[in-house]
């Protein structure tokens, strides 16, 4: 039996199977069933794949001018080289369309936006080869004035019309409110670029058989990346079939088809042979993408009592020339807090440099530090505690359009924090915590995140033996989305797990919207689930009971006082159902978000400026969590890539070429073990009814913002030096050491 089942969420859903949850696996910290594969390195990512068959290598060469026109590529000392097989030179420049809002490789025709564009592909009977030869492709360019300062030419930034959000929202009189305010704030803060610096090197493998092309990649949107390589290649979309089975990180460096995908394809199509490429961790900083920088204004205008008046956030982007994307960095001042006049702007300045696209939380993860960071300047002019400040503007609905919330809990996680952390231990006069030469403060802010949710589709089918398995294009970037999804089809159709396969990153199976923006457990999850609900009715029919007359569990069907095994009911014959989720009213008519409260206690070394993390607490609230262990793991990431963006990372850009110097781990700084403490993380029992079936909302990336507004806001906390400049590097905190701090540090 092989049928469709279609859910479009109109209505908040009520209790479901998973909330009896009989057999007691949902939301249960189930360890993830691929992990012994990939320690044991018998899961395989991208660059693995046809190991052993007559595979050739390609190696990229990439621009070293920022700014300009290839003149001429001449390939004829790299193709005479031993071991060469061709040099793939693509006029159009093939280069990666690195978010979803991006359409598709661009065709550049001849021009160099940015240092580290690829050019052409040398490929190879060996890596070795393919590599040294690169270095023999011999460029000439006509080398032009690049733009390579986003802060130098700020006043040049436009605006680039509506992105993921609209470039401009507005509501009552902003100035006016705002000149009359009692107290105010307007203060600017900046973030460097930074990269998503994945474990796994960007890598692809293509190989034609029949002329249809199987792209092994790692790229978190496989439904999109089918179109997005057609676009590029020129080709039929039922041409190509891309496999992503593991991914080693993306935090959305991958959302996009990358050059890789690209010239390999092209590649193997001239050679008629696969062909393999691999970038170098420095190819990887210097040609894939960044998180954008930004130039970010707020204005916080108040009552003497502390109620929010009058909110501005006003911020610059940079990107490369023609490309949409800015980053929607004004997006939680949206709706985290109220105030009657409103005004958030995002402008965009073209520049040279590598192009700027999603990475992790794109828009909260750096606006909350720009937002979060006033707020605890804005709470100490009114000389009120950081919490009490932020619950006297708590909202009852959005604040913009005046929708109601779908749940949120913010209040209880500041709470909840605030208890746990020991918050009323915090001292409001900077400095007066001292260890020796450490200077100790503490420091709160929230996060939230947007929940996003996409249509998608999942093909369940559970076979005569009464096992499932689930197939869909969703991926698994490392979060525990294979894990997830087999627990939910285990409590659904009432299956121990281990009865429960789960194949994903097959361009060929129904589509999911695949990893990204902290939509794919919820989407992809809900696919499963009326999946699994069309499995359910299927079996009652056969039964001749009501769907809510049965319950299943350990692979049997009670229904009335008969238990029944579910091999006999099925009786020889599989039940397939391809369920399609689609977000409805319920989506459209609330406002969503995911919700938490951050805790850090740092001390500053008076002598050196250093800052060390000693303590480090989130609560988060983001309705029923799927899996207690990866959404705890989502948290910890979360938590440490905001110690990063607080502390070491930025993406340092040559002024005079674009270069991205500092293009590798060993200078690009996320933190390691050393500079994290022991982390904890608190999640919330909440249920969203109207966000999806399964009662949950986006997790991934709620931690990571606002977390480096808390870090920074406890080293002001510590020491009085509040540096808006981040990220907060030990010379910028020794800056602004008042010597007082040093003396006594002395004594
Ligand atoms: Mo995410 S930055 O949409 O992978």
Not at 215 to 239: D, R
Not at 501 to 514: C, E, I, N, R
Not at 608 to 628: F, K, Q, S, Y
């Amino acid at each position: 039996m092989d049928t469709t089942h279609s859910f479009r969420m109109d209505e908040p859903v009520g209790e479901t199977r998973l909330d009896q949850g009989v057999q007691n696996v949902i939301g249960k910290g189930v360890d993830r069933f691929e992990g012994p594969l990939k320690v044991s390195g018998r899961a395989p990512y991208a660059y693995e794949h046809l190991h052993g068959r007559n595979v050739a290598f390609g190696f990229l060469v990439l621009s070293t001018i920022g700014a300009g026109k290839v003149k001429s590529i001449d390939t004829m000392r790299a193709q005479s080289t031993a071991g060469v097989l061709t040099v793939v030179v693509d006029k159009r420049g093939p280069r990666a369309a690195a978010d979803p809002s991006d359409p598709a490789p661009t065709p550049a025709g001849g021009e160099v936006t940015h240092y580290g564009q690829p050019l052409c592909l040398v490929v190879a009977e060996s890596f070795e080869v393919a590599r040294d030869a690169a270095k023999l492709v011999d460029v000439e360019y006509e080398t032009e004035d690049g733009r390579y300062d986003p802060i130098a030419l700020q006043d040049e930034a436009y605006d680039p019309g509506p992105g993921t959000i609209p470039s401009v929202t507005k509501k009552g009189d902003f100035d006016a409110a705002f000149a009359e305010a009692e107290v105010k704030l307007d203060e600017t803060y900046t973030t460097p670029s930074q990269s998503h610096s994945a474990m796994e090197p960007h890598a692809a493998v293509a190989s034609w058989d029949d002329g249809k092309l199987t792209l092994y990649g790692c790229y978190q949107l496989v439904s999109t990346n089918v179109g997005q390589l057609a676009k590029a290649l020129g080709i039929s979309k039922s041409k190509i079939r891309i496999l992503a089975p593991y991914i080693g990180g993306g935090f959305g460096g991958k959302l996009g088809i990358g050059p890789e995908a690209v010239f390999a394809s092209i590649a193997a199509m001239e050679t008629g042979r696969p062909v393999k490429i691999a970038l170098t961790r420095q190819q990887v900083y210097q040609t894939t993408s960044r998180r954008s920088d930004t130039i970010q204004r707020v204005r916080l205008g108040a009552t003497r009592d502390g109620r929010i008046t009058a909110i501005g956030h006003d911020t610059i982007t940079s990107n490369t020339p023609g490309d949409e994307f800015f980053e929607p960095a004004g997006i939680s001042t949206m709706f985290l807090y109220g105030g009657e006049n409103r005004l958030i702007t995002h402008r965009k300045t073209d520049v040279n440099i590598l192009l700027s696209s999603s990475m992790r939380a794109p828009g909260e993860a750096v606006g909350m530090l720009a937002l979060e960071n006033a707020m605890d300047e804005m709470a100490e002019k009114l000389g009120l505690d950081p919490i009490e400040f932020r619950k006297r503007n708590e909202p009852e609905v959005d604040p913009q359009e005046g929708l109601p919330f779908s749940s949120r809990k913010l209040v209880e996680c500041m709470d909840v924090g605030a208890e746990r952390f020991g918050w009323n231990t915090r001292n409001a006069v900077p400095g007066s915590r001292r260890e020796g030469e450490w200077l100790i403060g503490i420091g709160m802010a929230t996060a939230s995140r947007k929940n996003l949710l996409q249509q998608s589709s999942a093909r369940v089918t559970l076979s005569p033996e009464g096992h499932a398995s689930v197939e869909t294009n969703m991926t698994d970037i490392g979060t525990g989305t294979y894990t997830i999804l087999q627990q939910i089809t285990a409590e659904m159709l009432g299956l121990p797990l281990e009865h429960v396969t789960v194949k994903l990153g097959d361009s060929d199976d129904p589509d999911a919207p695949g990893s990204g923006g902290s939509w794919g457990a919820n989407s992809a999850g809900s696919s499963v689930y009326v999946a699994c609900e069309g499995v359910v009715e299927a079996i009652a029919k056969k039964l001749g009971v009501k769907v809510d007359d049965l319950t299943l569990k350990d692979g049997t069907a009670i229904a009335g006082n008969r238990r029944t095994g579910l091999a006999e009911i099925l009786a020889g014959e599989a039940i397939t159902v391809t369920g399609t989720f689609k977000p409805g009213k319920a989506f459209k008519e609330t406002h969503q978000a995911s919700y938490g409260a951050h805790f850090c206690e740092v001390a500053v070394n008076a002598y050196t400026g250093e800052t060390r993390v000693r303590r480090l607490l989130t609560v988060g609230a983001a309705g029923r969590i799927l899996n207690e262990k990866t959404a705890r793991s989502q948290c910890y990431g979360g938590q440490i890539f905001g110690i990063g963006t607080a502390l070491t990372e930025e993406l340092v850009v040559d002024k005079r070429t674009g270069l991205m110097v500092n293009h590798d781990l060993a200078e690009y700084h996320v933190p390691v073990n050393a500079d994290v403490p022991q982390l904890d993380v608190v999640l919330l029992e909440e249920r969203d009814h109207a966000a999806s079936p399964l009662a949950g909302k986006g997790i991934g990336e709620l931690a990571i913002s606002g977390v480096g507004a808390a870090v920074t806001n406890a080293i002001y906390n510590a020491c009085g030096v509040r540096v808006r400049d981040y990220p907060m590097t030990l010379d910028k905190v020794l800056k602004g050491l008042p010597r007082q701090s040093v003396a006594q540090a002395a004594e």
